[in-house]
């Protein structure tokens, strides 16, 4: 899900005290989610972790690849919330601001 916030406009003074407004747009912030399941033969809190960490590893590989599918590229995440269900299954949801790739020299 991508969204974009728009701030409300500023109000800019002239030397003429005219008010001017101009719009001011923030990042877009996209978020993505990734499961992971402990391995079959393993129990307690090693598989617990390992769970947690495929998770993690499917939730940013989704972020990284919602970005991508916009032209955008991934600079940092965070995450957000991290869910352990009671069949061993743990969810993972991270968020980044979309920044549009740099240009580097120019092409002809």
């Known amino acids: ?3 974009t916030n728009v701030l409300l406009c500023l109000l800019m003074t002239t030397p003429q005290s005219q ?3 101009m719009a001011v747009a923030e990042p877009a912030v996209v978020r993505a989610t990734g499961l992971g ?3 079959a033969r393993m129990a307690g809190p090693r598989a617990k972790l390992m769970a947690r960490r495929a998770a993690e590893v499917a939730a940013v590989k989704n972020l ?3 970005l991508a599918a916009d032209g955008r590229e991934l600079r940092g995440f965070r995450y957000i919330k991290t869910v352990y ?3 061993g299954w743990v ?3 991270v968020e980044s601001a979309a920044q549009s ?3 580097i020299g120019c092409r002809r």
Request: proline fraction near 19%; hydrophobic fraction near 15%.
């Open 19 to 21: 008010p001017q407004y």
């Open 64 to 66: 990284s690849g919602k």
């Open 91 to 93: 969810e993972v949801s």
């Open 1 to 3: 899900m991508v969204t």
């Open 37 to 39: 399941r402990p391995p």
């Open 101 to 103: 790739k740099p240009t």
């Open 85 to 87: 269900r009671s069949d």
